[in-house]
């Protein structure tokens, strides 16, 4: 599918559910993907972009940014406390605070540079041991620890099981988000993201729909 053809079934599903048109953010996932097909995504006007590794972010960006301007900037990968003051440099928008010592880390950091991206907590919604992210039940907490550090945490993100219906995660997903009232939903990729729309994600995370297969070296 084109960038365009996502955007239009993107907001043919939210007309159907009701929703406002336009209020579910394409962040396009470019982890692995040469530069030239990542330009063309820029050059269609595109400017919302996920990475899931802060060294390979690190050497694209920059660059692009020089060429093409402002771009926010997604991590959605697991983050290594030791990369936490590049990752606050470089991204918009961490989406995968996941545990005391990285939300300390960050806290810290914080303090030191003056700013700080916005923050989501990853839910492991399906539990599963080989996947980052909070347990569901431990989620309250360690929002409210977040919290406590004054960290700017905005939204949850999830990446169900990939042998499970999603609806039911993305649907566990917005309850914990709204008995904390936290407004933003990451959840979605490239097969569920109309399922996500349909449970109220206000981004989704499309890749491989968008850039084709990834290309890995």
Avoid at 75 to 91: C, D, I, V, Y
């Amino acid at each position: 599918m084109s960038l365009g053809e996502i955007v239009k079934a993107i907001h043919a599903e939210e007309a159907r559910v009701g929703r406002e048109v336009g209020s579910t953010k394409l962040i396009a996932v470019s982890k692995v993907q040469p530069l030239e097909r990542v330009q063309e995504v820029l050059e269609e006007r595109h400017r919302i972009f996920g990475e899931n590794k802060v060294q390979e972010a690190a050497g694209k960006w920059p660059a692009f940014r020089e060429q093409f301007g402002p771009v926010e900037l997604h991590l959605l990968g697991p983050l290594q406390t030791n990369k936490a003051r590049q990752a606050m440099e470089l991204f918009d928008v961490i989406q995968t605070l996941d545990r005391p010592k990285l939300a300390k880390t960050i806290a810290r950091l914080r303090d030191e540079m003056g700013r700080c991206p916005a923050l989501y907590v990853q839910v492991n919604t399906g539990e599963e041991p080989q996947k980052a992210g909070v347990l569901p039940e431990e989620a309250d907490g360690f929002i409210a620890e977040c919290r406590a550090l004054d960290l700017p945490v905005v939204g949850l993100m999830c990446i169900p099981p990939a042998d499970e219906e999603p609806a039911l995660h993305f649907a566990l997903l917005a309850k914990i988000a709204k008995r904390n009232d936290l407004a933003e939903l990451s959840m979605g990729m490239s097969g569920d993201y109309e399922t996500a729309v349909a449970q109220g994600a206000t981004s989704v995370r499309v890749g491989s729909a968008i850039f084709g297969d990834r290309v890995y070296a």
